[in-house]
């Protein structure tokens, strides 16, 4: 629970073919299952830095496992107590890396905030513990909830200066919610509010790829296809967080992928971070070229000693095209693909 940025829909592809081995399904991921559910939240921030009043919120939470228990997604409908029309809503996504061995949450608000957080479970006092990976300068963070039982989960999450100082400190009592649908939520969650304000001018470039596409992915010789081939695939883009962010979806043959794509204003520099269903997850960053009417992307979590160059390109407002090469340590050419996609009529 997090109280605090589709993209173009070609580029939601670009690591597809870098690996669509799907991994081995760690056992830890049993424990995320825990989540599984619909849940309400009362919440309560503590007079700290950030915050020197006391604050108390009312959430609404569905979990569900997505791509065969590789993933928990969890969408969120946050209210403040006493002024029912300050709502924020929210989506994350959580799994286990079985290389780090950490669990792994990557959290999206209606705010505009973007957290990525690792942690650990402690079966013991059944609790997990997270840290963001990029916390604000200056400052620590915690992040722990605790299952009291099946039903109830005790939660806080905290951050400290460097000079000790208590930044901001809420304290949350999550409790399993019987018979109640996720669907309410949902159509709740995905109605499109008044965006919050300033909405970046960024997020305007990302307009054109919203809808449904159909694609054509053209592989070059190369180590993932030696002889070259095209495959046929569909996408779908939408708004969501009240505009703030896109919720992508796309399907090859043998792969399906969700994304979601945004603009960080402290990083000033989009940001989106896919998930398959291969179990994997894939993290870029990129700058918008007005002269040359491309993204530029660059992977932020790929092997050690690779490159990829990625680009994605506006051809006309129904057409978008994206090519994507990857290289090993040594050099070799590992992929060389275009997508091309277009809007469907």
């Known amino acids: 629970m997090r109280i605090v940025t589709v993209f173009i829909c070609t580029l939601a592809f670009c690591g597809v073919a870098c690996s669509q081995q799907s991994r081995e399904k760690p056992k830890e991921l049993e424990a995320l299952g825990q989540y599984v559910g619909d849940w309400t939240s009362d919440v309560t921030s503590k007079p700290a830095e950030w915050t020197p009043r006391e604050v108390k919120y009312r959430t609404s939470n569905h979990a569900e496992p997505i791509f065969n228990g590789s993933f928990v997604q969890n969408i969120e409908v946050n209210h403040i107590v006493g002024e029912p029309e300050k709502v924020t809503k929210a989506i994350w996504f959580q799994t286990f890396d079985a290389t780090s061995k950490k669990y792994v949450t990557w959290f999206f608000q209606s705010s505009g905030t973007i957290t990525h957080s690792t942690g650990n479970w402690d079966a013991a006092s059944k609790t997990f513990t997270y840290t963001d990976v990029e916390p604000p300068p200056g400052t620590t963070n915690r992040l722990a909830e605790r299952f009291r039982d099946a039903g109830t989960i005790d939660g806080s999450l905290i951050f400290t200066g460097s000079d000790g100082s208590k930044k901001f400190d809420m304290v949350w009592t999550r409790k399993r919610q019987a018979g109640i649908a996720g669907k309410p939520l949902r159509e709740q969650w995905t109605a499109i509010g008044a965006p919050i304000q300033p909405i970046p001018d960024e997020m305007k470039k990302l307009e054109l790829f919203i809808g449904q596409w159909n694609a054509d992915f053209i592989h070059r010789p190369s180590v993932v296809s030696p002889r070259g081939s095209t495959t046929k695939a569909t996408m779908t883009g939408e708004w969501i967080l009240d505009g703030r962010f896109l919720l992508g979806r796309s399907k090859l043959p043998n792969f399906e992928s969700l994304w979601v794509m945004g603009y960080d204003t402290n990083k000033k520099a989009f940001r989106y971070i896919r998930i398959g269903s291969n179990g994997q997850i894939e993290e870029n960053i990129g700058q918008w070229n ?37 290289k090993t340590p040594d050099g070799k050419t590992h992929m060389d693909l275009t997508i091309k996609s277009t809007r469907r009529k």
């Open 290 to 326: 007005e002269a040359e009417r491309l993204f530029d992307w660059q992977l932020v979590n790929g092997p050690p000693g690779s490159t990829r160059t990625s680009t994605t390109r506006r051809l006309d407002n129904d057409v978008v095209e994206s090519h994507i090469v990857a």
